[in-house]
């Protein structure tokens, strides 16, 4: 429950400010009972620019969080299917971890303490603002989407990317659809009919 702390550089505070506030006008936050709060700091991106993290490390929810291993793809595994005629792209996702949403039931334990973006700019986002003799009081919202630190984030957006993968991809069965396939062929080393040239494991369109 510690207060966020300003930056001590005036100028880093009014980037953190624009970032956050920015963040608050996109859905990442929202109002909502807080039982506790994330702490958040900017990293210098490029010259002038900076990338909001918000730390999920220091608020002890990982203390009761379980998330299964998962499998993450290496260099090695994706040469074991792919060949010369493999065709293949890079995808950089941005804010990959901000494209997906924190469960429910852990938003209240996820808030973030805004109360440093003043009230104008809070009023401006037609948030309820209380005012107390003149000052601000403390002011939290929660955390919508997935974070840095936290145990489940990494399994949590896979699993999700791996459904939206499977959806894009269609009907394998249907004949209009350029990434259907028909069996699965093995191709393992010590195999009768192993050919060096193929992938270990590949899908084939007859």
């Known amino acids: 429950m510690s207060q966020q702390q300003?930056?001590?550089?005036?100028?880093?505070?009014?980037?953190?400010?624009?970032?956050?506030?920015?963040?608050?006008?996109?859905?990442?936050?929202?109002?909502?009972?807080?039982?506790?709060?994330?702490?958040?700091?900017g990293v210098p991106k490029g010259e002038t620019d900076i990338h909001m993290v918000f730390d999920g490390t220091k608020c002890e929810l990982n203390a009761v969080l379980w998330t299964p291993n998962?499998?993450?793809?290496?260099?090695?595994?994706?040469?074991?299917?792919?060949?010369?005629?493999t065709w293949m792209g890079e995808l950089d996702l941005g804010e990959m971890f901000?494209?997906?949403w924190l469960d429910e039931q852990l938003r209240p334990y996820a808030g973030v303490d805004v109360t440093s973006l003043g009230k104008r700019a809070l009023e401006e986002?037609?948030?309820e603002v209380f005012v107390h003799r003149g000052l601000i009081r403390r002011i939290w919202e929660r955390w919508e989407r997935t974070c840095m630190g936290l145990k489940s984030p990494p399994y949590v957006c896979t699993q999700t990317f791996g459904w939206c993968e499977?959806?894009?991809?269609?009907?394998?069965?249907?004949?209009?659809?350029?990434?259907?396939?028909?069996?699965?062929?093995l191709n393992l080393p010590g195999s009768k009919d192993y050919q060096p040239e193929k992938p270990w494991v590949y899908r084939l369109c007859s």
Request: charged letters at 30%; zero cysteines; aromatic letters at 10%.
């Open 125 to 127: 986002n037609g948030k």
């Open 98 to 100: 901000l494209s997906f």
């Open 70 to 85: 998962f499998f993450l793809a290496t260099i090695e595994s994706v040469m074991m299917n792919a060949d010369a005629e």
């Open 6 to 41: 300003d930056n001590p550089d005036p100028a880093r505070q009014e980037q953190l400010k624009k970032k956050v506030n920015g963040l608050r006008t996109k859905t990442y936050t929202d109002s909502g009972f807080v039982l506790s709060v994330l702490n958040y700091f």
């Open 166 to 185: 499977d959806a894009i991809r269609g009907n394998r069965r249907e004949t209009n659809n350029p990434l259907r396939w028909d069996e699965v062929v």
